[in-house]
């Protein structure tokens, strides 16, 4: 059996205690540090959760000698400068989403993993739920897909930095259901068209209600609404789910197993396999692929398409139109040649023959 893969977690917040957990559940790998700017909060993180006898620090530089990989679990705002200086320090990583807050930044990140030739991986939880693996299943036994939509509704009082934020459901949340159509449909999204609003009762500064409807490569359109500030029936964390497809449908409530019917009439039954879910799932298939050197999903090249859903919902939101996903990646990579200053990083972005190939849009 191969030793134990050495992990250092940068963050120990709320989503850290939850890393935190789940690294200890799994055999295969080994808590060799803790790194937040709060150190009595990172001492007390690991102490709770039986880690007395492991280092904290208030940076990476301090522990990186004794680590094989890095889990990012810090704020999106820091994951390009932690997730950078840990790849160019040679080490893999797995970050928490989103990738980062911008496509430029993301292009940047996509730049160190070239340049370190190491890993760097996202944590999309959602595509680790075995349900949702079924509905994705049934849908691929039904055909072509026609149409998949996605209900979204609930009822958050978060406080903090997202009831600030001028597009919380589009920037913090709907990444995790435009990701996840991406598997689901197995085609890559050409345009969207976005309306964003705040209810009057709504207790966010920002737009926290979106519709927005994706054309996808292959045809199939993907429309998701929802709101963060929806009470009474709220849907799952996951959304509510259907697909419209040439043999049938398939439906998902998000939390239990998938239902489907062919066009006959008869049953398509749900298949669960036995796969570890959420971030165990993600932490599973990271450190498989740091072993074998394999493209996990979620891989930093294509997930940046994920993130760039998002800015084209938000840029269609504000301008009224269409936006097409190409262009706004196209934008962020003038001004990722614009804005960075390693020499390193634009030298590589530089080499870059076609950004959309690069990314898998080619």
């Known amino acids: 059996m191969p030793e134990p893969l050495r992990l250092l977690q940068v963050g120990a917040g709320g989503m850290g205690q939850a890393w935190l957990r ?6 295969d790998v080994v808590l060799a540090g803790l790194v937040d700017l709060d150190v009595d909060a990172a001492r007390a993180a ?3 959760h039986g880690y ?8 990476i530089d301090e522990l990186a000698d004794s680590a094989d990989a890095v889990i990012d679990v810090t704020v999106p705002a820091a994951h390009p400068k932690v997730s950078v200086d840990a790849l160019l320090r040679g080490l893999p990583v797995l970050c928490e989403k989103p990738l980062a807050e911008t496509v430029r930044e993301c292009l940047a990140m996509v730049a160190a993993s070239e340049v370190s030739g190491k890993l760097l991986m996202v944590s999309q939880s959602r595509r680790y739920f075995r349900a ?4 994705g299943r049934q849908m691929a036994e039904l055909g072509a897909v026609g149409s998949l939509s996605c209900e979204f509704f609930k009822a958050p009082h978060f406080s903090g930095f997202r009831e600030r934020m001028a597009e919380p459901l589009l920037v913090d949340m709907a990444i995790h259901q435009f990701d996840l159509a991406r598997k689901l449909i197995g085609s890559e999204p050409v345009s969207v068209y976005c309306e964003s609003y705040n209810p009057d009762w ?3 500064d920002g737009n926290a209600a979106a519709s927005a409807i994706f054309r996808f490569a292959d045809g199939t359109r993907f429309s998701f609404t929802g709101s963060w500030c929806a009470p009474g029936l709220e849907t799952s964390w996951n959304g509510r789910w259907r697909a419209s497809a040439a043999g049938g449908t398939a439906t998902w409530d998000g939390d239990n197993a998938p239902v489907a019917e062919l066009a006959s009439g008869e049953a398509l039954p749900a298949v669960l396999a036995d796969d570890p879910e959420q971030i165990a799932g993600s932490l ?3 450190v498989d692929a740091v072993r074998a050197s394999t493209v996990p999903q979620s891989e930093v090249h294509s997930n940046v398409v994920s993130v760039a859903m998002v800015e084209a919902a938000v840029r269609s939101a504000a301008l009224g139109t269409p936006v097409h996903v190409a262009d706004v990646i196209t934008d962020a990579y003038a001004e990722a040649l614009a804005t960075v200053e390693d020499a390193t990083l634009h030298a590589a972005l530089e080499a870059w023959p076609n950004v959309l190939k690069v990314v898998g849009l080619g």
């Open 284 to 286: 599973v298939e990271f």
């Open 132 to 135: 949702g693996s079924a509905f």
């Open 202 to 204: 709504s207790w966010f």
């Open 46 to 48: 690991a102490d709770e």
């Open 52 to 59: 007395c006898d492991v280092p904290v620090a208030a940076s």
């Open 22 to 27: 789940t690294i200890s559940e799994n055999p």
